[in-house]
DNA sequence: TGCTAACGCGCC
DNA sequence: AAAGGGCGCGTTAGCA
């Protein structure tokens, strides 16, 4: 094992940031100025161009995805050694409830971890001065000590790691490579899907706010220089708009015990006043200009691309999640928001293939039911999916309150009441997603009425709540036993062995601890199999270009051919056999199965049988 | 001006 | 008495 870092420089002269910006390279917009590599002892300069002739090599850097990105941008053949992430392996660590206060810079992961190192105070000095890039002496005295001090924590970091957590780290640092290719390939978009509805979109808000009466001085319908509703956008000026001014009663607050003027609270004034309805649909409608339009129109001008570049972070959840960054230095936007742009396909087909490519989604089907079946030992729903019967389909029936078959033929039928919008499958589905985490019975009435449109009293959703728990009464045992191993060793854990370390027990933190407990192994689990799931599909189908992570999901480019095709159903049986026995030790007792969906644009796609 | 807290909301 | 969890982004408000 080596170490490496390397250093890198803008070459644009108003823009120092694009030295941060992997892809930049490609267009001679910046430069890697130097690559070091050693060990504890001893570090050297070496150019990029060694990293293709000298034999495979296990190379750990901090924070490998930059590095990596930048390499792989200059025409290294990444794939060829084996990358490690030592900040990672230090989250691996660390991973625990009260790690506000941890920083995972070098410097401060150096003081924590290896407080003895001969040359720290020097480091540490280092570290704090203001950085001049024209002094190369600097950099390179920098970079030395960079790879000295992250050989020697990733040596520490990994011995304080158990077995099957190595493990566990190693094929998560695997996907360092995919993920590191997926952030310099970026994700090309047509800007149309996010250009073109600006107007309208202003003009339906506009119209709202002139029959609202909340309209920024000097705003006109349609007109230039027009600017959202400062009332509307702002809680504290709507609370008092509505609550003061409107007179409307006020029955919800915020965490502060400020009246809260949220998506629930509103949902329920507007049963008593339409103009609530309006503001509403304002939000809805300002969500999407601000952060699915402009947002991207922004991000695409600063790169002047229509390919845009989400950052990936793979340790940035505890639960082993992947999130994205849509800026740089919480300022240079570089993306959209790719977590969370909405289900339907409006705003999704602003992703599109480059020509002569298609996107493949794999998404592993019912994953956290399946595993909250598996490890909770919930005996009765492993039953209900080794029957080959649709989950949401059985608590539908449940609720309808007649025999499986009937109610499948009666849903097949399209029946109103079974499968309308408003019908008992949905309600089951809604039953089941709500239930398996300890919601309350208050809340999850709102969420019903909220998320899923349902307009249920309170006695309904008890009778509910009492037919899942009557249909899975092993689930609140799991729950009870989540919570009572967790207090005992101090950590949840996960199957392939990240742990989540727990120690907020006290009144006021009891009840979050206690359901971190609980969600932590499934929710960490989805993560694990992630993680198991890109690592398997780059190494046995590299020709399928990984794209991005939505959780349950795995997205792909694949080519647009009776090849790829093949290649893709081929890959989507290669994930319904993931080989999680020699992974994590683990058999599991029902099938892990994943969809295929393709397409040319993202929310436009078609199920692959 | 730049920072953080609070709020609201999109996804899983 | 009642209480899902995990994220990141856009905004205002308030402070230094």
Redesign the pocket.
Known sequence: MKALDIETKSLVQEHPEYALQPWRLLKNESEITLIAMGDGDLAEFIPWKELNGMPKETFVTWNAIFDVSYLHAQGVDVARHTWVDAMLLCKWHDNC?HNEQLGYSLAACAQRWIPQWQYLPQFIKLKAAEADPSHDKYWQVRAKLDVMATYLIAQVALGKLTPKQRKSAMIEAKNIVPNAKAYVRGIPTNPSHYELPIPGLSRQMAEIECRLGVSNTGNHIGGKGW??S?IL???????ETIYNKWGLHCNQR?????????????TYLADKDDKVLEI?AW??L??R???FC??PV?ASKYLSDSVLH?EP?IF????G?Y?????IK??F?I???L??????PDVRRMVEAPEGKLLVEFDASG??ARLLAEIGDVHSMLDVFRSGKKIHAVMGASIAGIPYDEFMRRYKAGEEAYAGPSGTYYCGKFVN??M?????????RV?ARVQYGLRKDQTTIERWRALYHHTYPEVKSYWQRAINLARERGYAETLAGRRYYLDKWG?DD???TE??A???P??GSGGDMKNLAISMLNSKYPELEFAWD????VFVWAEKSKFGMELVLEARDALDNLDYESAWGWKPRIKMPWDAAVGVRWGDMKELR
């Open positions: 409830q600017e959202p400062k956008r702002s809680p504290k000026q709507l609370a915020t965490p502060k015990g400020e009246p809260s003027t949220d998506k629930a609270a509103l509403l939000r809805e300002n969500t200009l601000t952060k402009q947002s922004k989400p972070k940035s959840t505890y639960t999640r999130t994205y960054a849509s800026k919480s300022k936007p993306a959209m928001a977590h969370q742009i909405p289900r339907g994953q956290e997603l709500s398996q985490y300890r919601v309350g019975a208050a809340k999850q969420m009144k009891r009840w979050g359901s971190s609980i969600n932590f499934i929710q939505l959780h349950d999901g």
